[in-house]
């Protein structure tokens, strides 16, 4: 635990000083929530579907949602997490632009979940993470559960768990 909490420090020391031009904070205006929910349908959900609403869900409004922008304000990523109950939340629809993987973006909105879900007392976070994404999570401290769903019957799904 001690060795996952100093890797976790390192990364969100790394992060903070290397994404320093970027502004990370929740979407404000009409047309930021409207790039946010255009960025996440365009990076999980346009190969499958037309509908732009495809990338949203019923807990829309009770979720905690946050964006990296850059200098010219415009989304790099995002992420939304909503809490199950009093010990857990839940990460969905994180999503970094193509051209900004492999940037930190996707490590500094996972950060600032984590943070949240920290300042509300949880004692865990879960996410289903596409096979993609597993490695990243994973190097983020998150554990591999199990398999879980097949999205559109193409991507595969899998439970993971985060202790705080």
């Not at 996707?106 to 490695?135: C, P, Q």
Request: charged fraction near 30%.
């Amino acid at each position: 635990m001690r060795q996952k909490n100093n890797i976790m420090k390192r990364t969100h020391q790394f992060v903070q000083s290397n994404l320093s031009r970027y502004d990370i904070r929740v979407p404000e205006t009409k047309e930021e929530w409207q790039e946010y929910y255009f960025l996440r349908w365009k990076i999980l959900r346009s190969e499958f579907s037309d509908d732009i609403d495809s990338a949203k869900d019923d807990l829309e409004d009770n979720s905690y949602h946050i964006a990296v922008f850059n200098e010219d304000s415009a989304i790099l990523g995002v992420g939304r997490m909503h809490y199950i109950d009093i010990e857990n939340a839940q990460i969905r629809y994180m999503a970094v632009d193509l051209s900004c993987r492999r940037q930190r973006v996707g490590t500094k909105i996972l950060l600032n979940l984590i943070k949240n879900a920290k300042d509300y007392n949880k004692k865990f976070i879960i996410l289903h993470a596409r096979e993609n994404a597993v490695n990243f999570y994973k190097n983020n401290g998150f554990e591999l559960i199990k398999k879980t769903h097949l999205l559109f019957g193409k991507i595969q799904h899998y439970l993971m768990k985060l202790s705080l």
